[in-house]
């Protein structure tokens, strides 16, 4: 029942980014004219990043095959990426990461929220270098052009006007964003590894077991 109940959260989560994303517009629409404009800013970009996450995992998805197929040229459609791998890199991120950051934002600095603009900008830039690269679609190619490309820069822009973009917290920021992503990598080899070692081993004990009874046989 639980390997039941977990593939389904890790086939369907990025699902969810959909609800997520008309909820926070809706917030934003209920709330606009008592919110500060920046953090409509935050909210908007966290909707546009949930409608990305969508479109890269969800529908049209593809991303898994994308990477396995033609960056690694697996020969496994679940290797070196898995949905259960695609859940652990992205869960931490989406649900802890990105609203602690928020948090800072309102309620500490609203430097913190410099983050937010170029990790997104950084990532929506991979997919769409991804897709010229390969000259085919790349999950998520649509929503980096369209939504997370013009808001990141946008609200880089409305940081820098009120003073709140320095180069030092841009520079700081791109280092993170940098971070976040080689972690995900590291991830993504470490597991590709530990899988292929087990199934090396396990193959090795099928052809050791055959050749056992084969002789046995004999």
């Known amino acids: 029942m639980t390997k039941t109940i977990n593939d ?5 989560w990025s699902a969810l980014c959909v609800p997520a ?12 004219t008592t919110l500060p404009y ?3 800013l935050i909210y908007a970009l966290s909707a ?5 996450l969508a479109e890269v995992y969800f529908w049209p998805g593809g991303f898994k095959e994308f990477i396995n197929k033609r960056v690694f040229h697996s020969p496994l459609s679940n290797m070196p990426l898995s ?3 695609i859940f652990l890199v992205n869960a931490p991120l989406l649900l802890l990461i990105l609203p ?12 913190w929220a410099t983050l937010l603009p170029v990790y997104m900008f950084l990532r929506a830039a991979l997919h769409i270098a991804g897709a010229l690269i390969k000259k ?25 006007k009120i003073n709140q973009l320095s180069i030092v917290i841009l520079l700081v920021s791109i280092v993170v964003a940098v971070v976040i992503h080689l972690g995900m990598v590291v991830f993504i080899v470490h597991t590709y590894k530990d899988e292929l070692m087990h199934i090396m081993q396990k193959n090795m004990r099928a052809a050791q077991s055959a ?4 002789r046995r046989n004999r």
Do not use: D, R
């Open 21 to 32: 994303a008309i909820a926070l517009t809706g917030y934003i629409w209920h709330s606009y």
């Open 83 to 85: 949905e259960k791998n």
């Open 48 to 52: 546009f990043y949930s409608l990305y």
């Open 211 to 214: 050749h056992y009874h084969n």
């Open 8 to 12: 389904f959260i890790y086939h369907y």
């Open 100 to 111: 602690v950051i928020m948090l800072l934002s309102f309620k500490h600095s609203i430097y």
């Open 38 to 40: 920046l953090h409509s």
């Open 136 to 160: 085919c679609y790349h999950s998520g190619l649509i929503t980096s052009i369209f939504l997370l490309c013009p808001s990141s820069l946008y609200m880089m822009y409305e940081l820098w």
